[in-house]
């Protein structure tokens, strides 16, 4: 032990022992030839070990002997081991979960699961081989032919896009950089409202519904794997018709000699949540007789900073979910060739940049790699506008970003309406 004294500046005759002894202070030495003269030298201290609790001992043919009948403890006798306690109520703060083994839906065979919180590694990639899809860049010409049509465009389109982007930018709140979960989804249904305005130009707009917080789940094979997609996800625009099929019959067919990509050594399950409780079940969120049962478009509000191509996985995995639900629904559970393909849009924006999606099931055999494809458009990174600021970005007493909207990209709009007014026009 290290005894260190201190001392004050005036020495008081006959006190000298006993301020001493108040201040003496006993440290532990350190074990690095250090010296410690702080109350946080504890911390560096090594922490008491834990008792290891004693281990009960049972031999067969003998009996043990308790001190349960005599009520108090006898040291010569063993300690009784009472069975847990259980209370005729329920109590919520100490209740205590049975096992997975003894759970009704407890099933041997493990189940991946996709949800909204899965990150998938390998992105679009690895969702095109979870949905045995091939990918086609770009978005298909009948939705572009829609979006450079003049006669669907808005009155003062432009105008509205800007003061939309305003009003989730700057009017909508006072601070000077809102946060991504205020101006995002503000500025996405101040867009779908704009949308909504051309149901006087095209009727069949009036035939549908944007839903929110609904439970998806969908369940299928692939190869050796038990996959499902469940859980919430971004809005859903459904509709009381079903999107016309974008890729023919014969292009469909031409799926049938495309060789998806794979990850060895790297299994495409590894990002997948592995349980064994789960019920085997593909519904759609919406009980029967549901007047609008077909999916349009989904829309998916990103507020992560990056990670776009973690949101394009995403938009693939709930589109087709959705469209495996609506296709179990229409043919039944078995696995075929769909005779009319089931067509779903994606739409996702992290309130600047614009991801665009557009999924076709073709068949719902998907255990082997081989046969019929689905059909995966994508058309990424369009930005809405460049810059949104409250005060202008100076450096070096030089202006490089001016205060306001800057870099606005009107063909962003026109695609995301003529999405809108797909299946409508």
């Known amino acids: 032990m290290l005894k260190t004294s201190f001392h004050r500046g005036i020495a008081i005759p006959g006190l000298e022992h006993s301020v001493r002894s108040l201040f003496e202070i006993e440290l532990p030495s350190s074990r690095h030839g250090h010296r410690l003269l702080s109350s946080s030298s504890s911390v560096c201290g090594k922490a008491v070990p834990r008792k290891k609790p004693k281990e009960n001992i049972e031999i067969n043919g003998l009996e043990k002997i308790t001190y349960a009948e005599r009520m108090h403890y006898v040291p010569v006798l063993a300690k009784p081991i009472f069975p847990p306690w259980k209370p005729n109520h329920k109590d919520p703060l100490h209740h205590r979960s049975s096992s997975h083994e003894e759970m009704p839906l407890y099933k041997d065979k493990s189940c991946h699961v996709f949800h909204q919180r899965t990150k998938l590694t390998e992105g679009v990639k690895q969702s ?4 045995k899809s091939r ?3 770009g978005i298909p010409a009948q939705i572009m032919a829609l979006a450079d049509d003049p006669s669907n465009q808005i009155e003062n389109q432009d105008e509205r896009v800007q003061n939309a982007i305003k009003h989730a930018r700057f009017w909508d709140t ?3 950089r809102p946060e991504r979960e205020r101006f995002c989804p503000t500025l996405l249904n101040s867009l779908i409202y704009m949308c909504r305005l051309q149901q006087g130009k095209h009727p069949g707009l009036g035939q549908r519904l944007l839903s929110q917080d609904y439970s998806l789940s969908a369940s299928w094979h692939r190869g050796e794997n038990h996959i499902q997609v469940r859980g919430k996800n971004g809005m859903l625009l459904s509709s009381m018709s079903p999107l016309p099929a974008i890729a023919e019959r014969d292009e469909v067919q031409a799926t049938a000699d495309t060789e998806l990509e ?3 050594p790297i299994s495409p399950t590894i990002d997948l949540q592995c349980i064994n409780v789960y019920d085997v079940k593909t519904a759609t969120g919406f009980s029967e ?11 998916f509000a990103h507020l992560l900073d990056g990670h776009h191509e973690e949101l394009r996985a995403k938009m693939v995995m709930f589109a087709f979910g959705n469209a495996l639900a609506r296709a179990r629904a229409l043919y039944g559970a078995e696995p075929q060739v769909l005779e009319k393909p089931v067509v779903l849009q994606s ?14 099931l073709n068949t719902t055999d998907l255990a082997s790699d081989d046969g019929v494809k689905n059909l995966v458009w994508i058309d990424e990174d369009q930005p809405l506008y460049e810059f949104a600021k409250v005060r202008p970005l100076i450096k070096k007493k030089v202006v490089e970003v001016p205060a306001g909207l800057a870099g606005y990209n009107p063909d962003t709009f026109k695609k995301f309406l003529a999405f809108y007014l797909h299946g409508a026009v």
């Open 347 to 360: 739409v996702g924006t992290n309130g600047r940049l614009f991801q665009f999606m557009v999924f076709q």
């Open 262 to 264: 794979t990850f060895y």
């Open 128 to 131: 095109l081989w979870l949905t």
């Open 135 to 137: 990918l086609v860049k």
């Open 174 to 176: 006072t601070e000077r």
């Open 289 to 299: 007789g549901y007047r609008y049962p077909h999916g349009h478009t989904l829309f």
